[in-house]
């Protein structure tokens, strides 16, 4: 059975930075054929992309917030940490991670988000 | 980056309706193009996949078409647990994107 499970701060406060952990079971990040993604949704508003790992470390960023993120995966504890800096009250977003399922060839080929976490809300106030 | 277009961005309807939703990409993404239902308070499910493939356990009433900059979910006969925001998301090129979601309400 797949699982996912997101953990962190519910609350920051402006500039700090976030650290996101996704713990998953059922599928092992050395899977040539999975990675993991974050996603956010700020609240009423639509999802987001913010990064991606994959088995073999290579890391993918949104374009917007690249210089704020960083992701990172420990294969032997299945986890993966999710870093972003800077905080604003605008980053106030349920955080989702999900297994990022490449069904083509190869990292940079088809993929879908076959598993999710549940998500956690991240509230940015001082 | 390409931009990923839905519309309507909410709708009405009542079960048993069918209803169609549309996405539209900045640019060619072959057919590299995912629907999702999210409902609050649930982690998001993947529905479609490479524009018109079932994922596993979906019921056959949610179908997609599609390729290239257009694309289609169609939800034939909605059913009560049908009532959802729906996203489309690209994977044709990093970074990944999505749709702005269409809500699907009851009427």
């Known amino acids: 059975q797949v699982t996912l499970k997101e953990s962190g701060p519910v609350l920051v406060k402006p500039t700090e930075t976030l650290t996101l952990t996704c713990t998953v079971s059922?599928?092992?990040?050395?899977?040539?054929?999975?990675?993991v993604s974050w996603i956010r949704q700020p609240p009423g508003k639509a999802l987001e992309w913010l990064a991606r790992?994959?088995?073999?470390?290579?890391?993918s960023y949104s374009t917007y917030l690249k210089t704020r993120l960083t992701i990172s995966k420990d294969t032997s504890k299945s986890q993966v940490v999710l870093t972003m800096t800077d905080m604003d009250p605008l980053d106030t977003a349920t955080y989702y991670c999900?297994?990022?399922?490449?069904?083509?060839?190869?990292?940079?080929?088809?993929?879908?988000?076959?598993?999710w976490g549940q998500g956690t809300l991240v509230t940015v106030s001082s | 980056d390409i931009q990923l277009t839905q519309s309507p961005s909410s709708l009405s309807a009542s079960v048993g309706d069918s209803v169609t939703i549309t996405c539209r990409a900045s640019q060619s993404i072959s057919n590299y193009l995912n629907w999702y239902q999210l409902k609050p308070g649930k982690a998001p499910n993947l529905l479609i996949y490479a524009a018109s493939s079932l994922h596993g356990g979906v019921p056959s009433r949610f179908s997609g078409s599609g390729s290239g900059t257009d694309f289609t979910l169609t939800i034939s006969s909605l059913r009560p647990e049908d009532f959802a925001t729906y996203f489309c998301q690209q994977s044709f090129t990093s970074p990944l994107s999505f749709g702005q979601g269409t809500k699907v309400e009851i009427k």
């Open positions: 999900a297994r990022t399922y490449n069904y083509g060839v190869g990292n940079h080929g088809p993929s879908n988000f076959d598993y």
């Open positions: 059922g599928f092992s990040l050395s899977n040539s054929k999975m990675g």
């Open positions: 790992v994959f088995s073999n470390d290579e890391e």
